[in-house]
Structures are given as structure tokens and as C-alpha cells.
């Protein structure tokens, strides 16, 4: 390719844009890291205006999130536990349907097609969900926060459409072989299908993990508190529970700021994410469609 | 077209007994309309008369006879009755009001229905007969669906036993529930007999398992999906009270819409939502797609890569985590309120909680938007720009004249899509978090119907709001849809 001045101005302009918008990307989030390994003392000091990591780091506040309260550890697990439940069933469930939905001659199917278009295109709204999950009892247990959620349309619609696309003469050859129908599910199927697969899989696993909006209305007890929705209460004004923050716990003569144990809280709460990401990043092309469509 | 899964079956099995399903095949056309015609009429019997199972207290031998005059009657717009007025045959005794011709066109459309399902289990109807009953079948759906709204909207559905008490029982089970059982059935039936054929019952019976495979989703659609319609639906149209129940609140017609649309600050947080919608929408497409043709096109493959890992990092992060992020800048005593020597905070003022929204959408979701748009660069044909660039285009004609033309489908898409989800594009997630300090004048549809819906308990005006913004929200994304497919050729579905 022929590369004129003209070009190569260009292409530093667009390098420049990019690497400062990373920057920008980049810096809050260390922010929240120096932040959250600040002593009281600094922060004062220095009236909030931390570039840079502190000088005199403590990591007292994660010493105390996690060693002298049970309740971080334990809303840690119940993020687990629904990300681990909402995961698993919701893609035994999905693969499950989409496999009898590529099937191309399977009488009903398009039926179900348009029912499944319909739950896109149209929902019942807050109300008559939370009617619902109460009606079917799962108020205040962690169910409510992964049933409801474990059929997902979208999910079914792409997994359906990239069954189709497996050649029929695979499953054919494996049928004269004597595969049975769940055989030829797990030998030729979900091999094939492994990168979607990977992509709904962490889609999945990120909604879950983020998911607090579903805790603060289906869940009143606090024992069943995930994660986010700890860190989102530890940032409330208004939020009437006492027992989850952490004010108590800085007022008895710790050597940080409550901004500290907030921001060290909050580093705690994305850590999960940050170490999967890595995993993650070659099922984004995967994923473009699946995050992009669905929004 | 040989199936060869039955082929390779028959080949290693031996002749066996012939099952039920195979003699009923076989039976003669008498025999087969016979048995068809008998379930039919079950079923309708069964339908007509299922008000009467309703009363669990009474003897069933009193109930049978009067069942179906009772319904009538009670459509009609009567109330209370006494019983020995009821008779057999005393079907000019009703008044024919609006309501009672609603309901005896609709008898008479089952009826239509049920003597075509005979004429075509006999074979009367030639080969068009399946067409002609599903076609039947349908009109007497649609035509109950709008009974039923007309009977709703002029509150002739009486919730109450033929002896004029509203029992709690009664007002669960009764006329309409009724109603929508046979619409459901009507609906069922009109499928069935357009898709059953010779072909299709093979293949019911080969795909047995499938069936059991699609059992979960279809039972998680219908409680958690399909269920919550209905409800929106019916909640909408009904004064919620907690101790009568959803089924047991009275039909008030239209009165939650009404309430709704005169309320000025209802009009206010709508426009606030499509106010927040549109910005969110301006910055949700152009900076994405800035961003993503000055990352193609500045080369350098390996800081790209680079730069690509870390601008889609934020969009793994909930809104309560970004929140937080945010929280770290502008609390009161942190870095910025410092830096602008104000003593403001910023996350309880008004007239920074719009550009507080933007600027965290767009750190939070700006990296992760250009994916797509990446993914249609990567696509064009690099020899395009080559032979431009021996043509004598400079970078910005080319970027003109094929780097944008190339992404146009996409764009349009994205747009479209996001003007279809006007009413809903507002992000309460982020709202509720960000506006936590300023509720009053963050308000928009979604979390309007969380703070009055479901914690003042107004679930019928809330379930209202919710049906409005589902019902339009559904009407803009389907036609936009449909404007994307004749402009660029993409759709959703």
C-alpha cells in the first residue's frame, strides 16, 4: 500500500484519539485501586487529589472487608452461587430447546418460534413479573433471582439458528452408526457449537454477576444479598438497613477513610470479572451479535 | 424425500404388534370421523358447562342442566336470577341486550366450528377442508377476543354467580376465565387442524424426545413470560386490591389509562424518558463509530489489539460498579469537586444528572460499542483501498467513499433499533442509582413504575404504564424492524 504524508498524519491522528480514549478508559479504574489502598492520613492530606498510587499504601481496608465480617464473604457467595445456578440450568435448559427447535421438520416449531419472538418483542412489565414470582413462591430465596431468567429467547433464537447450520450429513452418517438423538447431541452438536456456547456462557455469567437490580426487588433478606447489590447499599444514602454497611465497622478506630473501604469494596466486587476476562476475549467476536443485538 | 433415520429403523426392526395409533390410521373414514366428531363435541360440552364446576358447594346434578343458560344469562347483563326460573327452553326469557347478541354470535361461531370439524373428519369438505376449519376456528378466536375487550370495556362481565354473590371463588373462575379458556382452545384448535396432516403425525411420533427437550423452556415461557402478559393485561384493566387478589379486584375498564394520561407528571416523565432516550441514543452511535473507524484505520496492529483490551473492559462492569467509579471523582471531598473549588455535590444536582448519565454511558459502553462496527470494517475488501490509493484518494476521500458507505448497514440498523426502543432506551439501572439523590426529577417510565407501581402498591396503575410502554415499545420495534429490512437488508429477526 502507498503511504503519503497525508496518510501517515492521518493514522497519527487516529492513533493519538485511540490511545487517549484507552487512557481514559484505563485511568478511573486505577483511581479506584490507589483510592482503595489509601490511609486516612493521606487522603486528608491531600484533599482528595490522589493522581497517583499512594505513597505510604495500607491494604488495611481488604484486611478488614474480608477478615472481620462474614458479610462480604457471604454475599460473595451467593453471587457464586446464582451465577453458578443461572449459568449452568439456563444453558441446559436453551441447548436443550434449541436443539429440538433445529430440527427442521419438527410440527409446532414455528409456533414456538413466534411465541418465543413475541416474549422479545413484548413483556409483561415489573409488576405482573413480581406477581408472578411471588404467586410461584420464590420471593426471598435465591431461585427468584435464576429462574425467571432461565430461559432466554435471544439465547435459543442464536443457538437454534447455529444448529441449522451444522451439516445435516454429520448427524445423518452418525445416525446409520446407531448415535441415539442425546448422543448426537454430545458428540457432534455441542462440539461444533463450543464457541457460541462459550460466548452465551459468558454473557450469561457477566448478567448474572452484575445483576443487582433483581436482588433489590425480589430479595428483602439480607443474608441473600449478592455482591453488587452489597456494594450498591454501601453507597446509599436512603438504604434503611444498617446492618450491611460498613460505616460501623470504620468507626471503631480503623486507620482509613470509609472512601477507602468503599473503593477497596468495590475492587473486591470486580476482581471476579477482571480474572475471566481474559478467557472471555476470544469469544467477543462471538459475542458481537449476541451484546450488540440484544443491547 | 427419503428420510434415512426411518430407513435405517426398518431395516432391523421386525414386524411387531400394531399399535393403537396404527389401527386408528387405518380405520375406515366412519369410524375415524366418528371418534373425532365425539371428542369434539366433548370438548365443547365440556367447555359450555365448565362454569358450572365452579360451584364446588353445590350438587352437580343440579348445576349441569343450567349451566349453559346461566352463562348467557349472566353475559347478558342479568344479575341475580332465581333458580327455578331457569329452565331448558327458556332461552326468549333473555334480554337481548348488546352483551347476550355478542354472546349467542359467538355460540353460534363455535357451532359453525364444531359441524366443520365433523364435515371435515368425514371427509366432506374436500382437500381444502383443513384450511376451511383452521380458518373457522380462527375467526371464532379473534371474534371472542373482541367480545371479550367489548365486554371488558363496557364492564358486562358480571363477577358474579348466577345467584347474583360475588364469591372470591366465583370471581377467580367465572365468566372470564372462561372466556379465555376457549379463546386459548379456539386458538389451539385453529393451529392444530392446519398442521395436521399424514407428514406431521410422523413426525410427532419420531420427535417424541424433542418434545420432552422443549418441555423446560416451554414451561418457563408460559409461567415466567406468557403468564405476565396475561396478568399486565388483565391488571391493567382492574382496580388491584391486596386482599381481593389479582383475579378477585374489580373490572374497571379503562379507568387506570385514564388516570394515567391526566396525570401532568406522567406526561412529564415520559418525555423525560424519550428526552433521556434520544441522548442516550446520539451517544450510544456516533462516538462508537468515531472510535471505531480511527482505530481501523490507524494501523499499528498490535497497539490496536492493545487498545481494543482495554476500552472493552468497562462494559463487564455493573452500573452499581460504575457508580461507584464515579462516586470515587465526584463525592464531595474527592478529586473533582476539589479541582473545581465548589463545595457542590455533584451527584445530587439537578442539572448535572443528564450529562452525569452520558458521560458514564459513555465511558461504560463507548469501547464495547465499536465491536460491531469493527467486525463490518473487517470485512471490507482491503484491495478497495488499495486502488483508491493509486487512484490519488487521499485518507479523508476514502474515508468518505468507503469506509462509511461500508458500515451504512449497520449504522441504519443500530438507529433504527435504538428509535424503536424510545420508551424503554432510558436505562433505569443507571437512573436508579444516579438519581438516588434526586428521585423527583430523574424519573422516567421504568422507575416510575418501581417507586409508585411497586412500593406505593398501585399495581394496576403501575401494570397500566407497563402495558402502555410494552404495547408501543412493540408497535415502534416492529415497524422499524420492518423499515431496516427495505432500507439496508438487516434485521433482527
Redesign the interface.
Known amino acids: 500500500?502507498?503511504k503519503?504524508k497525508?496518510?501517515k498524519a492521518?493514522?497519527g491522528?487516529?492513533?493519538a484519539?485511540?490511545?487517549i480514549?484507552?487512557l481514559?478508559?484505563?485511568y478511573?479504574?486505577l483511581?479506584?485501586v490507589f483510592?482503595s489502598f489509601c490511609t486516612e492520613k493521606e487522603w486528608l492530606n491531600s484533599?482528595?487529589?490522589?493522581w497517583y498510587f499512594p505513597k505510604h499504601p495500607t491494604g488495611a481496608a481488604y484486611v478488614k472487608i474480608l477478615g472481620s465480617t462474614g458479610v462480604v464473604l457471604r454475599s460473595l457467595w451467593v453471587s457464586l452461587e446464582r451465577t453458578l445456578l443461572g449459568t449452568v440450568l439456563g444453558l441446559?435448559?436453551?441447548v436443550?430447546?434449541a436443539?429440538?427447535?433445529s430440527?427442521k421438520?419438527?410440527?409446532?416449531k414455528g409456533?414456538?418460534v413466534k411465541?418465543?419472538?413475541?416474549?422479545?418483542?413484548?413483556?409483561?412489565?415489573?409488576?405482573?413479573?413480581?406477581?408472578?414470582?411471588q404467586s410461584?413462591g420464590l420471593i426471598d430465596t435465591v431461585w427468584a433471582l435464576v429462574?425467571?431468567g432461565?430461559?432466554s429467547?435471544w439465547n435459543?433464537?442464536i443457538l437454534k439458528q447455529f444448529m441449522e447450520g451444522i451439516p445435516r450429513e454429520l448427524e445423518?452418517a452418525a445416525?446409520?452408526d446407531g448415535v441415539s438423538?442425546?448422543g448426537k447431541l454430545f458428540y457432534i452438536i455441542l462440539p461444533m457449537s463450543k464457541a457460541v456456547l462459550s460466548a452465551i456462557c459468558m454473557f450469561t455469567i457477566?448478567g448474572h454477576?452484575?445483576?443487582?437490580?433483581d436482588v433489590s426487588?425480589y430479595i428483602k433478606d439480607p443474608k441473600l444479598w449478592t455482591l453488587?447489590?452489597y456494594?450498591?447499599v454501601n453507597?446509599?444514602?436512603?438504604a434503611g438497613l444498617d446492618q450491611g454497611k460498613l460505616d460501623f465497622l470504620i468507626g471503631q478506630g480503623s486507620a482509613v477513610s470509609s472512601?477507602t473501604m468503599?473503593?477497596a469494596l468495590?475492587v473486591i466486587?470486580?476482581v471476579p470479572?477482571?480474572i475471566i476476562?481474559p478467557f472471555?476475549?476470544k469469544y467477543?467476536?462471538q459475542g458481537?451479535?449476541i451484546?450488540?443485538?440484544k443491547? | 424425500m427419503i428420510d434415512?433415520?426411518t430407513l435405517?429403523l426398518s431395516a432391523n426392526t421386525a414386524p411387531k404388534k400394531r399399535t393403537f395409533r396404527e389401527k386408528f390410521d387405518s380405520s375406515p373414514n366412519i369410524l375415524r370421523g366418528g371418534i373425532a366428531a365425539a371428542c369434539a363435541l366433548a370438548a365443547i360440552l365440556i367447555l359450555v358447562f365448565a362454569p358450572i364446576f365452579t360451584f364446588g358447594d353445590e350438587s352437580v346434578s343440579l348445576s349441569v342442566g343450567i349451566g349453559f343458560f346461566a352463562l348467557l344469562k349472566a353475559l347478558a347483563g342479568g344479575g341475580a336470577y332465581e333458580i327455578e326460573h331457569v329452565e331448558f327452553g327458556t332461552l326468549s326469557v333473555i334480554v337481548p341486550s348488546v352483551a347476550a347478541t355478542l354472546v349467542l354470535i359467538t355460540f353460534a361461531l363455535w357451532l359453525a366450528c364444531l359441524i366443520l370439524g365433523v364435515l371435515s373428519a368425514f371427509g366432506k369438505l374436500g382437500g381444502k377442508d383443513r384450511i376451511v376449519l383452521a380458518s373457522a376456528n380462527f375467526a371464532a378466536f379473534a371474534w371472542q377476543a373482541i367480545t371479550f375487550v367489548v365486554l371488558i370495556a363496557s364492564k358486562s362481565l358480571k363477577a358474579e354467580n348466577i345467584y347474583g354473590e360475588q364469591t372470591a371463588f366465583y370471581r377467580t373462575f367465572s365468566l372470564t376465565a372462561t372466556y379465555l379458556v376457549c379463546m386459548l382452545l379456539s386458538l389451539i384448535a385453529g393451529?392444530c387442524s392446519l398442521?395436521v396432516n399424514g407428514?406431521?403425525v410422523k413426525?410427532?411420533r419420531r420427535?417424541k424426545?424433542?418434545?420432552l427437550?422443549?418441555l423446560?423452556?416451554?414451561v418457563?415461557?408460559v409461567?415466567?413470560?406468557?403468564?405476565?402478559?396475561?396478568?399486565?393485561f388483565c391488571?391493567s384493566l382492574k382496580d388491584y386490591v391486596i386482599a381481593d387478589g389479582?383475579w378477585g379486584s374489580a373490572w374497571v375498564g379503562f379507568k387506570n389509562f385514564k388516570t394515567i394520561f391526566v396525570d401532568p407528571d406522567m406526561l412529564r416523565i415520559i418525555g423525560n424518558t424519550i428526552l433521556i432516550s434520544v441522548l442516550r441514543m446520539v451517544i450510544s452511535i456516533i462516538p462508537p463509530i468515531i472510535?471505531a473507524?480511527?482505530?481501523f484505520?490507524?494501523?499499528?496492529r498490535k497497539?490496536?489489539k492493545?487498545?481494543q483490551?482495554?476500552?472493552?473492559?468497562?462494559h463487564?462492569?455493573?452500573?452499581?460498579?460504575v457508580?461507584?467509579?464515579a462516586?470515587?471523582?465526584v463525592?464531595p471531598?474527592?478529586?473533582l469537586?476539589?479541582?473545581f473549588s465548589g463545595d457542590v455535590h455533584i451527584l445530587a444536582n439537578e442539572s448535572a444528572f443528564i450529562p452525569m448519565l452520558l458521560i458514564t454511558d459513555l465511558?461504560k459502553e463507548?469501547?464495547?460499542?465499536t465491536?460491531?462496527y469493527m467486525?463490518a470494517l473487517t470485512n471490507v475488501d482491503p484491495s478497495l483501498?488499495?486502488a483508491a490509493?493509486?487512484d490519488g484518494a487521499?485518507?479523508?476521500k476514502r474515508l468518505f467513499k468507503i469506509t462509511l458507505p461500508s458500515i451504512t448497514p449497520t449504522i441504519v440498523f443500530?438507529t433504527v433499533?435504538a428509535v424503536g426502543?424510545l420508551l424503554k432506551g432510558a436505562g433505569?439501572?443507571q437512573i436508579?442509582?444516579f438519581g438516588?439523590?434526586i428521585m423527583k426529577s430523574a424519573q422516567v417510565i421504568?422507575t416510575w413504575?418501581?417507586w409508585r407501581?411497586?412500593q406505593r402498591l398501585q399495581?394496576g396503575l403501575?401494570?397500566a404504564?407497563?402495558?402502555f410502554?410494552?404495547?408501543i415499545?412493540?408497535l415502534m420495534?416492529?415497524g422499524c424492524n420492518a423499515l431496516s429490512k427495505r432500507w439496508v437488508g438487516v434485521s433482527?429477526?
Open positions: 500500500m502507498i503519503g497525508s496518510d492521518y493514522q491522528v487516529c492513533a484519539v485511540a490511545i480514549f484507552a481514559i478508559c484505563l478511573p479504574l483511581y479506584t483510592l484533599s482528595g487529589a490522589i441446559v435448559v436453551n436443550l430447546a436443539y429440538a427447535l430440527r421438520d419438527l410440527p409446532g409456533v414456538f411465541v418465543m419472538l413475541l416474549t422479545i418483542l413484548f413483556s409483561g412489565g415489573l409488576i405482573p413479573t413480581y406477581l408472578t414470582i410461584t429462574v425467571p432461565l430461559f429467547a435459543v433464537l445423518e445416525e446409520v438423538t442425546v457477566v454477576w452484575n445483576n443487582w437490580f426487588i453488587q447489590y456494594v450498591k453507597f446509599d444514602n436512603t472512601i468503599k473503593m468495590t466486587s470486580v470479572m477482571l476476562y472471555f476475549q467477543f467476536t458481537v451479535y451484546g450488540a443485538v443491547g | 434415512s433415520s435405517a393451529g398442521g407428514k406431521n413426525n410427532v420427535y424426545l424433542m418434545y427437550f422443549l423446560p423452556a416451554a418457563l415461557v409461567i415466567y413470560n406468557l403468564y405476565p402478559m396475561l396478568l399486565s391488571l389479582i472510535l473507524v480511527m482505530l484505520d490507524m494501523g499499528a497497539v490496536r492493545g487498545i483490551t482495554i476500552i472493552y473492559i468497562p463487564f462492569f455493573s452500573w452499581v460498579v457508580y461507584a467509579i462516586y470515587a471523582f463525592n471531598d474527592g478529586l469537586n476539589n479541582l465511558w463507548c469501547g464495547w460499542g465491536i460491531l467486525a483501498h488499495e490509493a493509486i487521499g485518507p479523508v443500530t433499533m426502543n433505569y439501572e436508579m442509582l438516588s439523590d421504568d413504575v418501581v407501581g411497586l399495581y403501575g401494570a404504564v407497563s402495558f410502554q410494552s404495547f415499545g412493540m420495534v416492529i433482527l429477526y
